[in-house]
């Protein structure tokens, strides 16, 4: 969504300088986690966890690394194709690593809780209480965003807006031609 008299190249920039906010919240969670699951191996009782958990640690790490990689991905991706006029594309392809980053650090999340609660109570305790936080995350990461999202673009901007907007869409089209 473009906002009134805004050119494509502001709503880029705009675009991408929104979703590098979002991932310094994300990366600052991630990161810590990682550094504490990192830790785990090491610690004095490790070695007294179930064949189980050991599973599940090592599904919580690799998900936690893969969760890393993606969400500092844009950073590295900007660096590499800086001036290169490929804004539109990063911007996009930023905004997909950002959704695999975010899916693998809910598994971690959930990994995590599934590792501590079956440490601290049981597995059964375990299982219930990560499913329980696996749906939490779902329901206001994923559903109430869905459904709170616009069917369509026209369906999110006011009519002003439309109009600006088809009349910067016009604009940019000329330009081109």
């Known amino acids: ?3 009134p008299g805004e050119t494509e190249r502001e709503r880029l920039n705009r675009n991408f300088h929104e979703l590098l906010q979002e991932l310094r919240v994300a990366q600052t969670g991630v990161q810590i986690l990682f550094a504490f699951l990192l830790t785990m191996a090491f610690a004095a009782r ?10 599940v640690y090592v599904i919580t790490l690799m998900a936690t690394a893969c969760a890393t990689a993606l969400l500092i991905a ?3 991706y900007h660096r590499l194709v800086f001036r290169r006029g490929m ?5 996009r392809d930023a905004h997909l690593l950002a959704q695999g980053g975010l899916a693998f650090l809910l598994l971690a999340m959930v990994g995590s809780v599934m590792l501590a ?3 601290v109570v049981g597995i059964r305790a375990g299982l219930i209480i990560s499913g329980v ?3 939490w995350f779902i ?3 994923y559903l109430i965003p869905a459904l709170n999202r616009p069917a369509t673009i026209q369906d999110a901007v006011g009519p002003q807006e439309q109009k600006g907007a088809v009349s910067q869409a016009k604009r940019v089209g000329e330009s081109q031609e």
């Open 1 to 3: 969504m473009s906002h």
């Open 46 to 55: 490790f070695h007294e966890i179930s064949d189980f958990d050991r599973i």
């Open 74 to 76: 844009p950073v590295s």
């Open 87 to 91: 804004k539109e594309r990063l911007v």
């Open 117 to 119: 609660v079956d440490v």
């Open 133 to 135: 936080v696996a749906l």
């Open 139 to 141: 329901v206001f990461w």
